[in-house]
Nanobody, 116 residues
Framework: QVQLVESGGGSVQAGESLRLSCTAS????????MGWYRQAPDKQREMVGT???????MYTDSVKGRFTISRDNAKNTMYLQMNSLKPEDTGAYYC??????????WGQGIQVTVSS
């Protein structure tokens, strides 16, 4: 089993920044594809972005240029730097760890609220 712990959420005003962290309990973090998902109230969960084991990130169009995903394999930790936040970025943010050719683990989620 892998445990994922998210931190760094909170409430901010539009235009401000937040940084989320996700720390994994196992060293398999190094070979895993990590990801961030979010779910707004009354909406389906959507992918925010992913980062491969080699550090290559991918983003959904709505966050490109504003969000940055990074990882520190030495700390088993992934980050989501969110700048220029908008009210539509509000939601619960989930961290994922996907083991190659195997299952995906999910964190419990952390709330981000952006007020206009």
């Amino acid at each position: 089993q892998v445990q994922l712990v998210e931190s760094g959420g909170g409430s901010v005003q539009a235009g401000e920044s937040l940084r989320l962290s996700c720390t994994a309990s196992r060293s398999m973090f190094r070979i895993a594809v990590m990801g961030w998902y979010r779910q707004a109230p009354d909406k389906q969960r959507e992918m925010v972005g992913t980062i491969a084991s080699d550090g290559t990130p991918m983003y959904t169009d709505s966050v490109k240029g504003r969000f940055t995903i990074s990882r520190d394999n030495a700390k088993n930790t992934m980050y989501l730097q969110m700048n220029s936040l908008k009210p539509e970025d509000t939601g619960a943010y989930y961290c994922t760890l996907q083991i190659p050719n195997s299952r995906t683990f999910w964190g419990q989620g952390i709330q981000v609220t952006v007020s206009s």
